[in-house]
């Protein structure tokens, strides 16, 4: 009799085992299923944190161009007298400077007499030196010159008239852009205009 009992209790350990076998694996399932999400959140999460980065980094590239040629302009080391600002509009600005002091503003290299313009319909910026437009960043959503005197108070009705040109001392640059996935990004600085 012992036999028996003893081949009765082993086929319930079987039992339970397969019983114990399916639960593991609708466990383990679980959380395999569990673990695959976390790693293609982590996944795109780490893309779109990327491409931002890019991103913020295009448009830091582009604000510190346009400082460094705002800050110039109006440069006049011979005293010649010109137009530092020859056009001030909302989505436009054109600075000129004579950087080699060779009493004229139309060099291409350095550049003297240089062109912004933001194109609401495609979302790109161009800078123009004389030679051409050429984009140098994509994908904004919009991007305003705002002009302001040296006490800080704004020059309105844009384009600014040739009066109200001669008394830009801070240029307010807004961008507001979108990477690829769809991600927005700000930026805004206020540049100085050292010469006027």
Not at 124 to 146: C, K, M, P, Q, W
């Amino acid at each position: 009799m012992r036999k028996s009992v003893s081949n009765s209790q082993g086929l319930d350990r079987r039992g339970m085992t397969l019983v114990e076998m399916m639960v593991s694996l609708a466990i383990f399932g679980v959380v395999m299923g569990v673990v695959f999400s976390f790693m293609t959140g982590s996944s795109n999460s780490y893309t779109d944190t990327r491409e931002r980065v890019h991103y913020q980094q295009s448009i830091r590239a582009v604000i510190s161009l346009l400082t460094r040629e705002i800050r110039s302009t109006g440069c006049d080391p011979m005293n010649i007298g010109f137009d530092r600002i020859s056009l001030a509009d909302d989505n436009q600005i054109r600075c000129r400077m004579d950087l080699n002091g060779d009493a004229d503003t139309s060099d291409t290299g350095p550049d003297e007499d240089i062109t912004y313009i933001f194109d609401p319909g495609t979302g790109e910026l161009s800078r123009n030196d004389g030679t051409g437009a050429l984009v140098i960043l994509r994908g904004l959503t919009n991007l305003g010159f705002t002009y302001l005197d040296a006490d800080g108070n704004v020059l309105a009705g844009t384009p600014l008239n040739v009066t109200d040109r001669a008394l830009v001392r801070y240029v307010q640059v807004n961008i507001a852009g979108e990477s690829e996935r769809g991600e927005p990004v700000d930026y805004s600085t206020r540049i100085f205009v050292r010469n006027g």
